[in-house]
C-alpha cells in the first residue's frame, strides 16, 4: 500500500495557492482573536483576470501531450527567479580648481575617491587584464560545479557570470578584498578560481533567495501537513464517517449531535448553507452564531459569543476547542481551487468528536490521513429515503426549446448566467413565478428564494438554479432539469475549460429530487434536450471515482517565515514565483 504521505500529491499545487490568494482578496474575513475585520491587497488579481478562458472538447483534452505540459513547467521555473540588478561602483568625476586646496585634499582623501586596492597592492588592473581573468574563471568546470551546489542552475549562473563581469570592467573602484585577489592573479601569486567568493557575494546580491536556501526550503516542506496542527494532535479525536448518498439522513445525524453538545462548530461549503444550519439551531433552541467571509452574527442580542458556530468551512477557527465539529460534504477535499480548506479543517480542528458528511470515494483516503493524526475513525453508512427515478425521455427537443411541460416542483440547473436568465423569462413569459438561485446573489436573497420555493402557500414552485443545489441545501423537488450537462472546469493551468459533469456532480445535483418529509417524496432526474439523455444517462451509471488526493494550502505561519527571508518581495511573488518551486509533496 502506498504511503499516506503520497495522497498529498498535488498536481494543481498551482491552481490551489493562487484560488486560496484570490478567496482572501475576494472576501473580506473575521478575526476571532480581536473580533474585527481585516483583508489582504489584491496583489495578483489584475494576473489572474487575463486568464485565458479555453473551451475545449474532450477529445482535445484526452490528447493533450507530455511535452506540452514539460515545457509549461520549463517556461515558468524561468519565470521563478527575476535577478536585481547590481550596479558598478563609479566615482564621480569633480572639477576642481587649483585654488582650492582644502577641497582637493578633503577629495583625495575620501573614501569614495581613494582606490584603496590599489594602493595596497601598487596594481593598476586594466580592463583587458579583468576581461582575460573572468573569462578563464567562467570556463572552468570546477566553479560551475561550485556553482551548482550554491544553487546556482546553468541558467542563474550565466546571468551572475553577465552581471558580475559588467561590475568589475565598469567599476571605477572595485572592492579591496577583490582588488587584492585579481591582482595576486596578475601576478600569477593565485587562481582564478580564488574569485568564486566574491563571484558568490554578487550572485547573493543578484539572487536573494541563495542567502537563505536552506531555511526556505525546509519552511516550504509540505510532506507533513499533519504536524501543522499541533494543537489538533494535542487531543485524542474520534472521527465519525457518515456516508451515503443524497438524501440519506446523514447530515441530519452529525447536526443532531452538533446541536447536543455544549459546544459546535458546523463547517459548510456555502454561505447559504451556512446561514440555513445558523437558522434551524437558534430556532431548535441553541445559540448558534454565523461567521462567512461577509460576516459575523451573533444569537445574542449584546454580542456575547455562542457556543455554536456556523461557518463556512475557509473559515473555521483552529484555535478554539469544541465538542464536536461537522465538516460537510467532505469529498469537497479534492477540489482544485477550495479543496485545501477542507484538508485544513479535517487536520486542524480541535474537537473531541469530529462528523463528517459527504461520499463514499472519501473514505479511503480520509481513512489514511488519520493514519498520520493517530485519530480514531469510525464509518456510518446510509441508504436513500425516497425513490429516485432517471427519466427516459428529454423535456424538449434537439432543435425547439419548448417549456410547455413545465410542472410545480420542477428545478432547472444551469452552469452560465446567461442560461439562468434565458430560463428564467420564458418561464416567466409563461406566467410561471420562479425562484433564482446563483453564486453571486447575496445569501440573503438566495434564502430567501428558498424560503418561497419550499413554502407549500407561496405560487412560486419552478426554480432556476446553478450546481449550488448540490451542495446539500433543504429544497422541494420533484423533479430536476439539467438544462445542459457541460460546465466550465479549472485545468492544471488554471485554465477554465468546458467538460461534461463528473459522475459525482451529476449524483448530488440529480439526487436533489425527491426529499424525505416534504410533498415531492419521490424524485425524478432529466435532462433538457434529447441528445443530452443519452450521455447524461453513462455519466450517472459510472462508478464514483474513489478520491486519491486532496487540495493542500500552505500555513499563514510558514508564509510569514517566507517574507521574513524574503522581505523585500510582494505576496504574489512570494506564492508564485518562490514558495512553488521549492514546495516538497512526496
Known amino acids: 500500500m502506498c504511503s499516506p504521505v503520497s495522497h498529498y500529491q498535488l498536481a494543481f499545487k498551482n491552481v490551489l495557492l493562487r484560488s486560496r490568494l484570490c478567496s482572501y482578496i475576494n472576501e473580506t474575513t473575521f478575526c476571532f482573536n480581536h473580533q474585527r475585520p481585516y483583508s489582504l491587497t489584491a496583489f495578483v488579481l489584475k494576473q489572474l483576470n487575463k486568464r485565458r478562458i479555453t473551451t475545449t472538447s474532450n477529445t482535445t483534452l484526452a490528447q493533450r501531450s507530455h511535452q506540452q505540459k514539460t515545457a509549461s513547467v520549463v517556461t515558468n521555473l524561468k519565470q521563478l527567479f527575476i535577478p536585481i540588478e547590481v550596479n558598478p561602483v563609479i566615482t564621480p568625476q569633480l572639477e576642481i580648481r587649483s585654488s582650492d586646496a582644502s577641497l582637493s585634499q578633503k577629495l583625495t582623501q575620501s573614501p569614495q575617491t581613494v582606490n584603496i586596492g590599489q594602493e595596497l597592492t601598487g596594481t593598476q588592473l586594466q580592463r583587458n587584464d579583468l576581461v582575460r581573468i573572468i573569462t578563464d574563471f567562467y570556463r572552468h568546470d570546477e566553479i560551475k560545479k561550485l556553482a551548482a551546489d550554491n544553487g546556482l542552475d546553468i541558467r542563474l549562473f550565466q546571468d551572475a557570470y553577465v552581471s558580475f563581469r559588467k561590475f568589475c570592467i565598469q567599476s571605477t573602484v572595485l572592492p579591496v578584498d577583490l582588488h587584492v585577489v585579481l591582482s595576486d592573479i596578475l601576478s600569477n601569486a593565485g587562481h582564478v578560481t580564488d574569485i568564486f567568493p566574491y563571484f558568490l557575494r554578487h550572485a547573493r546580491e543578484m539572487f536573494p533567495h541563495l542567502t537563505c536556501m536552506d531555511d526556505l526550503k525546509q519552511i516550504s516542506d509540505l510532506r ?39 459546544s459546535g462548530v458546523y463547517c459548510g461549503p456555502l454561505k447559504l448553507l451556512a446561514s440555513e444550519v445558523y437558522h434551524k439551531t437558534n430556532a431548535l433552541g441553541t445559540k448558534c452564531d454565523l461567521v462567512t467571509g461577509e460576516e459575523r452574527r451573533f444569537a445574542d442580542p449584546e454580542g456575547k459569543p455562542a457556543n455554536h458556530i456556523a461557518c463556512t468551512v475557509e473559515m473555521a477557527n483552529l484555535q478554539t476547542l469544541y465538542e464536536v465539529a461537522v465538516i460537510d460534504e467532505i469529498q469537497m477535499m479534492r477540489d482544485a481551487q477550495r479543496g485545501w480548506a477542507w484538508t485544513r479543517a479535517l487536520l486542524g480542528l480541535r474537537a473531541k468528536e469530529i462528523h463528517l458528511c459527504g461520499e463514499a470515494s472519501a473514505i479511503n483516503l480520509v481513512q489514511e490521513l488519520m493514519v498520520t493524526t493517530g485519530d480514531e ?122 467538460d461534461s459533469i463528473t459522475t459525482s456532480q451529476a449524483l448530488q445535483i440529480g439526487g436533489r429530487a425527491g426529499r424525505y418529509g416534504t410533498a415531492f417524496s419521490d424524485g425524478e432526474v432529466t435532462t433538457f434536450r434529447r441528445d443530452d439523455l443519452s450521455l447524461f444517462k453513462d455519466i450517472v451509471s459510472r462508478p464514483v471515482e474513489t478520491i486519491q488526493r486532496a487540495g493542500l494550502h500552505p500555513t499563514a505561519e510558514q508564509i510569514e517565515l517566507f517574507a521574513y527571508h524574503l522581505p523585500k518581495h510582494t505576496l504574489s511573488s512570494l506564492i508564485v514565483r518562490y514558495f512553488l518551486i521549492f514546495c516538497k509533496l512526496a
Open 224 to 262: 507533513d501537513p499533519a504536524n501543522w496542527y499541533p494543537d489538533a494532535r494535542a487531543i485524542q479525536r474520534k472521527i465519525i464517517i457518515h456516508s451515503g448518498p443524497t438524501n440519506s439522513g446523514k447530515t441530519y445525524h452529525a447536526l443532531k449531535r452538533y446541536m447536543e453538545s455544549e
Open 377 to 498: 475513525v469510525e464509518i456510518r453508512q446510509y441508504q436513500r429515503l425516497t425513490k429516485l427515478t432517471y427519466l427516459d425521455k428529454a423535456i424538449g427537443t434537439n432543435y425547439l426549446e419548448t417549456f410547455d411541460n413545465v410542472r410545480r416542483g420542477d428545478c432547472f440547473v444551469c452552469f452560465s448566467k446567461n442560461d439562468i436568465f434565458h430560463i428564467t423569462r420564458e418561464l416567466e413569459r409563461r406566467g410561471h413565478e420562479v425562484a433564482v438561485i446563483y453564486g453571486s446573489l447575496p445569501p440573503g436573497t438566495k434564502l430567501l428564494q428558498a424560503q418561497r420555493f419550499n413554502d407549500p402557500a407561496d405560487p412560486c414552485k419552478i426554480m432556476v438554479s446553478t450546481d449550488a443545489i448540490g451542495m446539500g441545501l433543504n429544497l422541494s423537488i420533484k423533479r430536476v432539469i439539467f438544462f445542459s450537462i457541460v460546465k466550465p472546469q479549472m485545468n492544471e493551468k488554471g485554465e477554465k475549460e468546458k
